[in-house]
T-cell receptor, first 113, second 117 residues
Framework: GENVEQHPSTLSVQEGDSAVIKCTYS??????FPWYKQELGKRPQLIID?????GEKKDQRIAVTLNKTAKHFSLHITETQPEDSAVYFC????????????FGAGTILRVKS | GAGVSQSPRYKVAKRGQDVALRCDPI?????LFWYQQALGQGPEFLTY????????KSGLPSDRFFAERPEGSVSTLKIQRTQQEDSAVYLC???????????????FGPGTRLTVL
């Protein structure tokens, strides 16, 4: 089955700097890649997603890139703010499997002010 | 509108007790998923419903775990004879899943934190 690896496990950046989190997946049939942000004790919240028919998607300070050939995708956060501090999870899914998500292990992002 | 809700938010059970966790998906959402999230880990898939039909239960860790969605709306995850390794946060997610862009986005509930003593 699908396996998703996520790096780094923790990331500390200075406020205003950029943060990059990378994920790799194993099954080339995966075609949907969402990113979720989870604050302590809260529900995972979708922040951005990308499908396999595009290579990049941007929403204000957040962008995601996808390399289907290498089977990896990355989250980019620019101009980081203290409220960006949270755990970020990448995930992958294949439509024919009822869209169940296979998650990475998560990245703890700390933005220091 | 209202998001996905789950109850109870916290549950403490003695080893061997049965527990029932409830999920109220977003109204009209066709698909419902249960995930298990261990401390410091990403959510792991347990089971999936399309309306009232349980189409995938490959992630259920043992036959002590049972899920149902009898009317295609509210779902219950039941764990029989709980064990310490069942301690985790149980997340429910729903998605609209109709024809059209972005209808497969999964919206998560706040989770139920289960602690088995």
């Amino acid at each position: 089955g699908e396996n998703v690896e996520q790096h780094p496990s923790t990331l500390s950046v200075q406020e205003g700097d950029s943060a990059v989190i990378k994920c790799t997946y194993s099954d080339s049939a995966s075609n949907y890649f969402p990113w979720y942000k989870q604050e302590l004790g809260k529900r995972p919240q979708l922040i951005i997603d990308i499908r396999s028919n595009v290579g990049e998607k941007k929403d204000q300070r957040i962008a995601v890139t996808l390399n289907k050939t290498a089977k990896h995708f990355s989250l980019h956060i620019t101009e980081t703010q203290p409220e960006d501090s949270a755990v970020y999870f990448c995930a992958a899914s294949m439509e024919e499997y009822g869209n169940k998500l296979v998650f990475g292990a998560g990245t703890i992002l700390r933005v220091k002010s | 509108g209202a998001g996905v809700s789950q109850s109870p938010r916290y549950k403490v059970a003695k080893r061997g007790q049965d527990v029932a966790l409830r999920c109220d998906p977003i109204s009209g959402h066709v698909s419902l998923f249960w995930y298990q999230q261990a401390l410091g880990q990403g959510p792991e898939f347990l089971t999936y419903f399309q309306n009232e039909a349980q189409l995938d239960k490959s992630g259920l860790p043992s036959d002590r775990f049972f899920a149902e969605r009898p009317e295609g709306s509210v779902s219950t995850l039941k764990i029989q004879r709980t064990q310490q390794e069942d301690s985790a946060v149980y997340l429910c997610a729903s998605s609209l899943d109709l024809a059209g862009p972005s209808t497969d986005t999964q919206y998560f509930g706040p989770g139920t934190r289960l602690t088995v003593l």
